[in-house]
């Protein structure tokens, strides 16, 4: 599913940057580029990064 529209990025694609290192809402976003444009998806990208730590 998409999260972040402005950038076409995918809840998968969060999952997998987290898993891959992206340890925090801040890295995630610079190693994707989400939250960077209109900033809509930052809640549900927060809830994701915060789930998949969570899960780990
Ligand atoms: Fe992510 Fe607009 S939906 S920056």
Redesign the pocket.
């Given at each position: 599913m998409y999260?972040?529209?402005?950038?076409g990025?995918t809840d998968t694609q969060i999952r997998e940057a987290v898993c891959g290192g992206a340890s925090n809402l801040k890295k995630v976003r610079q190693q994707l580029g989400?939250?960077?444009?209109?900033?809509?998806?930052?809640m549900m990208?927060r809830d994701i990064v915060e789930q998949t730590l969570a899960d780990k």
């Open positions: 999260v972040c529209i402005c950038k990025i989400a939250m960077t444009q209109c900033g809509k998806c930052a990208t």
